[in-house]
């Protein structure tokens, strides 16, 4: 996992969040599905954990890059 947002008094939020970010070169965009493939994979196993999964209200994003575009998006949802 790249980035976690807790929730920190004094200032109340809905969620809490968790980022996995996948980066690619422009050459290597072909390679798109299998890195969301591997970012969903290693999400879920980081989901498994204990501590994450005390965590109240946790959305968890994935997010893959080709170059400086955004070209895949997804809450992944644990098990």
């Known amino acids: 996992m790249d980035l976690l947002?807790?929730?920190?008094?004094?200032?109340?939020?809905?969620?809490?969040?968790?980022?996995?970010l996948k980066f690619l070169h422009q050459k290597?965009?072909?390679?798109?599905p299998a890195a969301i493939d591997e970012g969903r994979a290693q999400f879920l196993r980081y989901l498994e954990r204990e501590d994450?999964?005390?965590?109240?209200?946790?959305?968890?994003w994935l997010a893959v890059?080709?170059?400086a575009?955004?070209?895949?998006?997804?809450e992944v949802e644990g098990e």
């Open 5 to 20: 947002l807790l929730r920190r008094p004094p200032f109340p939020a809905p969620h809490q969040f968790a980022f996995e």
């Open 28 to 32: 290597k965009a072909a390679g798109l």
């Open 52 to 60: 994450l999964q005390q965590l109240e209200s946790l959305k968890a």
């Open 65 to 67: 890059f080709v170059g």
């Open 69 to 74: 575009e955004l070209r895949h998006l997804e």
